[in-house]
């Protein structure tokens, strides 16, 4: 599965950006998905989970009520809404595919990037204050 994703930059404090991620093949067999975000120097940081049918989602709580995830799995594509852009969300992000089809929600694997064998290359979003 090769995963490709698109739609950082640079936006003000307070903007929006909308991430997208595109999948090599259908994303419903892709299984559960994330977003995940990396700066210099710190580990990958989980961001936000969805289902493999798009019907549970779970949040970092430094992102909750802002962001917001969503799939298409007739596009192959899973979406992360960015809204309400901090400097601090500044990052590299990275979306990932689970290959794993349960949709029971465990809080503590999801968070966890080792759970995910499949990643995009990355995409830079800045925020300016």
């Known amino acids: 599965v090769q995963l490709q994703a698109s739609g950082g930059g640079l936006v003000r404090t307070g903007g929006s950006l909308r991430l997208s991620c595109a999948a090599s093949e259908q994303t419903f067999s892709v299984g559960f998905m994330g977003w995940f975000r990396q700066v210099p120097g710190k580990e990958r940081e989980f961001v936000a989970y969805?289902?493999?049918?798009?019907?549970?989602?779970y949040y970092a709580d430094s992102v909750k009520g802002r962001f917001t995830i969503s799939r298409d799995n007739a596009k192959n594509t899973v979406y992360l809404q960015m809204n309400s852009l901090k400097p601090e969300d500044t990052a590299v992000y990275y979306c990932?595919?689970?290959?794993?089809?349960?949709?029971?929600?465990?809080?503590?694997?999801?968070?966890?990037?080792?759970?995910?064998?499949?990643w995009g290359q990355g995409t830079l979003v800045t925020v300016s204050s």
């Open positions: 990932s595919g689970s290959g794993d089809s349960r949709s029971r929600l465990i809080t503590s694997a999801v968070r966890d990037a080792a759970m995910y064998p499949y």
């Open positions: 969805i289902d493999k049918r798009g019907g549970t989602t």
